[in-house]
């Protein structure tokens, strides 16, 4: 019988060599993924869960020594956050998130912030760009001049300037509509309140050639009775 060495058994086959033992090893560990497969998260940042790594667990470190990598009970989703202390508390109580640190920013004074205050000229042109009365053609008397809905500029105003001067652009409590209607003076009466209709002209008129027929018939019926 002879011995058994390193390079064979008694059978007379060949043993493995170590190096293949490893490299089939770690040919079998290679779909188990550790933290350090993924890079570090910056603060509040997503660092593991399914949706992150497809896996229910921390997949990621944190770049903060004061944070760490945990769910709140919620497999999908793994989020940097500060670590508690002894007591319970954050240990960055003291350091904002960046949610809060931009809320801060956007309602401190500009010049603690380092932020710069828009240009005077940007703010007249935004002003500017509102719908005014002279955007809109004159409108005649008792025409349309505003509203929602039955004017161009579908807003809840005046529009449009009225062409005569005795007129202005109202509404009667009506945000569609608003009409070009006589202006009221400090009695509460119209500016053109002399100014009659065109109805009002002509029964004026038939009016007067009655007045006028019933004289003429009267003085007839005088010069007979003579």
């Given at each position: 019988?002879?011995?058994?060495?390193?390079?064979?058994?008694?059978?007379?086959?060949?043993?493995?060599?170590?190096?293949?033992?490893?490299?089939?090893?770690?040919?079998?560990?290679?779909?188990?993924?550790?933290?350090?497969?993924?890079?570090?998260?910056?603060n509040y940042k997503i660092c593991g869960g399914i949706n992150f790594c497809d896996d229910d667990r921390a997949c990621a470190e944190c770049k903060s020594d004061d944070f760490e990598c945990k769910s709140d009970d919620n497999p999908f989703y793994y989020q940097c956050i500060p670590k508690d202390d002894d007591d319970g508390n954050d240990a960055d109580d003291e350091e904002e998130s960046p949610e809060e640190e931009d809320t801060v920013a956007s309602t401190s004074d500009p010049d603690d912030s380092g932020m710069e205050m828009p240009d005077s000229t940007d703010i007249a042109a935004s002003v500017s760009s509102v719908s005014t009365p002279e955007d809109y053609p004159a409108v005649d008397d008792y025409g349309?001049?505003?509203?929602?809905?039955?004017?161009a500029c579908d807003e809840d105003k005046a529009c449009a300037e009225c062409k005569s001067d005795d007129f202005e652009c109202k509404s009667d409590d009506n945000p569609f509509y608003y009409?070009?209607?006589?202006?009221?003076?400090?009695?509460?009466?119209?500016?053109?309140?002399?100014?009659e209709s065109p109805e009002a002209e002509n029964t004026a008129a038939l009016n007067s050639n009655a007045e006028e027929v019933e004289e003429e018939a009267e003085e007839e019926a005088d010069e007979e009775e003579a």
């Open positions: 019988m002879s011995p058994v060495t390193g390079e064979s058994v008694a059978t007379g086959v060949e043993l493995p060599d170590p190096a293949n033992i490893v490299a089939s090893v770690s040919s079998d560990n290679e779909g188990s993924v550790s933290e350090d497969d993924y890079p570090a998260a910056d349309t001049c505003g509203g929602i809905s039955n004017h009409q070009c209607i006589p202006k009221v003076d400090d009695d509460g009466n119209d500016d053109d309140n002399e100014e």
